[in-house]
């Protein structure tokens, strides 16, 4: 365990730079004298492509591929802006950096600390980690159009999977749920997808008996969103393509009392390149810079981050912190500065 | 407009059978003494395939084709039955079905009646449709698989996208919106999905300055499933792919009392072939032949098929009907049947 973590920080665009003060405020105080943080500040994001044109330079790759780790705030301009249509940005950084880095893990865990409200009137206990797969699916950009903006246009995209992709996130979730209550939980289309869905479940089924003490079952990603809305305590490790987990764990996050609590990581569990922690929500350039974000999301990943590079109990405690605020939220607004002080004095107490 | 119906019912598999008698009781009475229902049953589904071998021949394919709509049950049988693995009896029948019958527009009303509950605290009023397009999308079928069963498998799907196909119903989801509240939301996964995205964006782009009426938006299917537990009284039409359009209407209907209500037309516009209206639900071969099931959604979709068959006072009749027994619901658990008599009681007062 290295005294000194080597941290490059994206802060990003609209509430990220907030929200990422915040994360790294907890941060330096959660490691404790033990444990330095270097921070390298790099500017990236829909902003920095507007005014340099880059989106992200090679070089810069390099540099980042040199950290320890990675924390992220959020990224993406003026969703009318066309100079940023298509998702250049979140292709060219977020998703480039994801595939570059081999994140073939995307860990979002989803629970409801008590004292937060969920939309559902009887959530019972929400506890579950979506391990959703980070590299693969509907996510590789192999599609393509032909005869664009003529009435004979075709559209198409195509979603690869490969045994190797699903077995290493499989076997991840396994892991995962041995560590936790032991249920897996597959969700697919193996009905519709039936390619893609016959590998993830022939694969599943083939892993399973290393890990006689995981029940495994089985989901179509449709019936899995409502469960997540009629009994989310039914979950606690879901494993899932890349673009059933984008959708399910947006889901997720809300029932759970909303994005701006849902931490995330995109991991390397080789090690060969650094993860990268960010809060499953947006840049949402509507609320920029007036402090309204919620800063907790982006905090709870730092506590993904600590755990990830070792040091577990600075991640529960912060983790900790967080749990304490949340229960006595009352009703009234705070500030992005002032919830991270709070969890921040939580910390320190 | 015929004063005989010529229908084809499919009951099916599992409860299917036991929700369609309850729907076509329904459907004679609802219409009255002035329109005849001559009713042709296919025996069809997984069980009749396991019998016979068949899951749908050309010849019945002939003879579907010329009725004037088809009520259509539910099939599937077994989930562990592996004769029955990967879809085999859903895409053999009713996603062959659909795309033989080019039923491009899958029409799913949602709506919380008074007197339902919902799993979430507070929904506000819940009272849209998704039109969710039926023919194209991940469906096609397109996919393949290389190296089956090594560590070298490569598992494709491939969405196909047409400006032929996006028009079209893209066209039905604006002439719908302007029908009912003049609010239209497209939603895709555009910033990933780039090709269909594109198209899709394009389409509602370009079609919009025809309903000026009209409010058009959009968000990321992640998104949406946000907003359809935290505000779903924000939509009016949803227009979306195939796939997102079954992921978010099985959500759409939890939140809206559970998928035993949710009824849904796939829908020839052109009337080139028969419309085919279902439950959303499946065949639940777990609770089948026990008087278990809810028939609503089957009689809802009876609705539907008399609305398209121009017969909307009669239509009218059922979903009053419906929200009649629905609004005096007690706790008390009633069978099918019982379920069934109470509706066609109302709708015969
Ligand atoms: C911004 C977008 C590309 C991204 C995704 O689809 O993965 C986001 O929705 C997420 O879940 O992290
Ligand atoms: C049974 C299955 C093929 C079908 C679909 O995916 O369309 C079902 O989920 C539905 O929504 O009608």
Redesign the interface.
């Known amino acids: 365990m290295s005294s000194t973590i080597d941290l490059a920080v994206i802060p990003g665009d609209g509430i990220g730079p907030e929200v990422t003060t915040e994360a790294l405020a907890v941060l330096h105080s959660a490691v404790g004298g033990g444990v330095a943080i270097a921070e390298t500040h790099y500017s990236l994001g829909a902003e920095h492509y507007l005014e340099t044109g880059e989106i992200l330079h090679d070089e810069t790759m390099e540099r980042l591929a040199r950290h320890d780790a990675i924390l992220f705030g959020a990224v993406g301009g003026d969703p009318r802006d066309a100079r940023l249509a298509?998702?250049l940005i979140?292709?060219g950084l977020l998703?480039r950096l994801r595939f570059a880095f081999d994140h073939y893990v995307n860990l979002r865990p989803t629970r409801l600390f008590p004292g937060v409200t969920?939309?559902?009137?009887?959530p019972g206990e929400v506890d579950f980690v979506v391990v959703r797969e980070g590299t693969e699916g509907?996510?590789v950009?192999n599609?393509?159009?032909i005869?664009v903006?003529?009435?004979?246009?075709?559209?198409?995209?195509?979603?690869?999977?490969?045994?190797?992709g699903v077995?290493r996130v499989v076997r991840f979730g396994f892991a995962q749920a041995a560590a936790r209550s032991c249920r897996l939980t597959l969700v697919h289309?193996?009905?519709?997808?039936?390619?893609?869905?016959?590998?993830w479940q022939?694969t599943v089924d083939r892993i399973a008996p290393e890990f006689p003490g995981v029940n495994v079952d089985y989901l179509h990603?449709?019936?899995a969103?409502?469960f997540l809305?009629?009994d989310p305590a039914r979950f606690d490790v879901i494993v899932t393509d890349n673009?059933f987990g984008?959708?399910?764990?947006?889901?997720a996050?809300?029932?759970s009392g909303?994005?701006g609590l849902a931490a995330s990581g995109n991991i390397n569990p080789d090690r060969a390149f650094p993860s990268m922690f960010e809060p499953v929500h947006g840049s949402a350039p509507d609320i920029a810079g007036q402090q309204k974000a919620d800063p907790t999301a982006a905090i709870l990943s730092a506590a993904l981050l600590l755990e990830h590079l070792g040091h577990p109990e600075a991640a529960t405690r912060i983790t900790t912190a967080v749990a304490a605020d949340l229960a006595g939220r009352g009703s009234e607004r705070r500030s992005t500065r002032e919830v991270g002080a709070a969890i921040l004095a939580a910390v320190e107490r």
């Open positions: 298509g998702g979140e292709r998703l969920s939309p559902l009137s009887s509907p996510y950009g599609g393509g159009s005869r903006g003529t009435p004979h246009e075709i559209a198409n995209e195509v979603s690869v999977n490969t045994a190797f077995e289309k193996t009905n519709v997808l039936v390619n893609a869905g016959s590998l022939r990603v449709d019936a969103t409502i809305v009629t673009l984008d959708i399910l764990t947006d889901l996050g809300a029932i909303g994005i």
